[in-house]
């Protein structure tokens, strides 16, 4: 069975959260769909494509740092006479993920020939934040086995994370676990399109540890929980 890491770094991302309004709050970490999204752009893909392709893919995500929180604000000027919005914008910088997905063999196979000549300017998040690979061989395929593991540096749903029994610190910059709700799917057409949302616990710089074995994905190893 054949997978895909990517080692996504950048300058800039923002990832936005979707039930906020003024606020331009971000997700710490690119969700499912982002990532689909970009894997969409390399292939040219159109809405309703990406849409049906969404599912056909198994995610997960290893913070490997979390980088700094910035924030900007903008006013918004409608009318002369209307009243002044002020949006506020958070976004992340410098921040580093590790991201596996797993599909049927040749899919995993397109799709890593697209990253490297995409169809389309592939960005992190927002338009205004474009990627360039830091370094060149930052898609690769990987071999991926079912295992189980009693360590996790993955991000988690919120029924398997509240199971860790204790952790260990393995770097000196962490980020201590937080919950989102993470849109994995979307469901209805057109107008009544909406975002399926999951519960995850999101943190860097520590492993957590379990009593028992948990069913993972290994990809060349490396134990991931997928989505």
């Known amino acids: 069975m054949l997978g895909l890491s990517l080692t996504l770094n950048g300058i800039y991302f923002f990832y936005r959260i979707p039930y906020n309004s003024l606020l331009m709050d971000s997700f710490p970490f690119p969700p499912k769909t982002a990532i689909?999204?970009?894997?969409?752009?390399?292939?040219?893909?159109?809405?309703?494509?990406?849409?049906?392709?969404?599912?056909?893919?198994?995610?997960g995500l290893i913070i490997e740092r979390q980088g700094e929180k910035l924030q900007e604000t903008a006013t918004i000027f409608k009318e002369k006479n209307s009243p002044i919005y002020p949006i506020t914008k958070n976004m992340y910088y410098k921040a580093r993920y590790k991201v596996f997905l797993k599909a049927e063999d040749d899919l995993i196979e397109r799709v890593y020939s697209a990253l490297y000549d995409p169809a389309y300017v592939?960005?992190?998040?927002?338009?205004?934040?474009?990627?360039?690979?830091?370094?060149?061989?930052?898609?690769?395929?990987?071999?991926?086995?079912?295992?189980?593991?009693?360590?996790?540096?993955?991000?988690?749903?919120?029924?398997?994370?509240?199971?860790?029994?204790?952790?260990?610190?393995?770097?000196?910059?962490?980020?201590?676990?937080?919950?989102?709700?993470?849109?994995?799917?979307?469901?209805?057409?057109?107008?009544?399109?909406?975002?399926?949302?999951?519960?995850?616990?999101?943190?860097?710089?520590?492993?957590?540890?379990?009593?028992?074995?948990?069913?993972?994905?290994?990809?060349?190893?490396?134990?991931?929980y997928l989505f």
């Open 122 to 224: 592939m960005t992190l998040g927002d338009s205004e934040n474009l990627f360039y690979p830091q370094d060149k061989n930052y898609a690769k395929i990987t071999h991926v086995d079912e295992g189980f593991t009693k360590n996790l540096k993955c991000i988690l749903p919120k029924e398997i994370f509240i199971k860790n029994s204790d952790y260990k610190k393995i770097s000196d910059s962490i980020t201590p676990p937080a919950e989102y709700k993470m849109p994995v799917k979307f469901s209805g057409h057109g107008k009544k399109r909406h975002s399926i949302y999951k519960s995850v616990l999101a943190y860097s710089g520590i492993e957590l540890i379990f009593n028992e074995d948990l069913p993972v994905y290994m990809f060349d190893g490396e134990p991931v």
């Open 36 to 59: 689909i999204g970009m894997l969409g752009a390399a292939m040219g893909w159109n809405e309703e494509t990406f849409i049906s392709n969404i599912e056909k893919f198994s995610y």
